[in-house]
């Protein structure tokens, strides 16, 4: 853990917003120098990617308040804390997809043809980010065996926990090499990355909670980072993750549809 990196002064410089930054910009790269091949320029990329992650920010606060609602009521001068303590990646993803939505409207770009140029883009993203949750201390795995060589130490615990978000990364990471080998195919539709995007994130976050949560008797003793939707044996993240990869699948056999790749992209 090593939640501030250094200070300017008074002000401490997070390492969680740092690895954001870095996060951010890697993601808008990768998606640059893929942008002729959608019939974008870099420009139309960044200007878009600009909005997405003032939407995304917002979207993973004001759902991360949501989810902890009880406490904010409580607390309510923490509401608008300039750094934005405690953001979950769902709300960030929903309202950023959103963000782009709009702007592919207004632009007349398809929405799905946006959706495949960004996909990759976002696994990057958080594949970084999940670094950041790391070295905050944030988004950790339940208790592990002493001797696990690579469990760490969090905040509050006297016990050795899973690195989770190494492991949500790595998931990732290989959902993002999948990917990419999909989009290298010819015989795929339009829309399809996006919806194996989908598909692959929502599998990968509900692996991952099962670490974070851990088991019940680790939620109640405050062990783990997540905790079990009611008496159900699911997270609420998990629900979610049910859901988009639904989604997901729904994306995949509706444009499968349509013609390969090349043809669409093509008439267009």
């Known amino acids: 853990m090593l939640p501030v990196l250094f200070k300017i002064g008074n002000f401490p410089v997070h390492s969680f917003g740092v690895v954001m930054v870095i996060a951010f910009f890697a993601a808008l790269m990768l998606i640059r120098s893929r942008a002729g091949r959608y019939g974008l320029t870099p420009t139309q990329v960044s200007d878009v990617s600009f909005w997405t992650l003032i939407g995304g920010v917002l979207g993973?606060?004001?759902m991360f308040i949501i989810q902890e609602l009880p406490y904010y009521l409580k607390n309510t001068d923490e509401?608008?804390?300039?750094?934005?303590?405690?953001l979950t990646s769902?709300?960030?993803?929903?309202?950023?997809a959103a963000v782009v939505a709009v702007w592919a409207r207004r632009n007349n770009v398809p929405f799905r043809t946006i959706g495949d140029l960004f996909a990759p883009g976002f696994l990057l993203g958080?594949?970084?980010?999940?670094?950041?949750?790391?070295?905050?201390?944030c988004c950790f795995g339940g208790a592990c065996p002493p001797s696990t060589p690579w469990g760490?130490?969090?905040?509050?615990?006297?016990l050795l926990h899973h690195p989770a978000q190494i492991y949500d990364s790595l998931m990732n990471l290989a959902a993002l090499g999948f990917l990419l080998w999909f989009e290298r195919r010819k015989n795929h539709a339009v829309g399809q990355v996006a919806g194996l995007m989908f598909v692959l994130h929502g599998l990968a976050?509900?692996?991952?909670?099962f670490w974070r949560a851990g088991t019940v008797?680790?939620?109640?003793?405050?062990?783990?980072?997540?905790?079990?939707w009611g008496s159900l044996p699911i997270t609420q993240a998990q629900a979610v993750a049910i859901g988009m990869m639904v989604f997901g699948a729904f994306l995949l056999a509706l444009y499968a549809r349509r013609g390969p790749v090349q043809q669409e992209l093509r008439a267009a």
């Open 60 to 62: 993973a606060r004001a």
């Open 79 to 86: 509401l608008f804390s300039l750094q934005f303590k405690g």
């Open 90 to 96: 769902f709300g960030g993803l929903f309202v950023g």
């Open 126 to 137: 958080h594949i970084i980010g999940r670094v950041g949750c790391l070295l905050n201390g």
């Open 152 to 158: 760490i130490h969090v905040e509050g615990s006297n």
């Open 205 to 209: 976050r509900f692996i991952y909670e």
């Open 217 to 228: 008797a680790q939620v109640a003793r405050g062990e783990a980072s997540s905790t079990y």
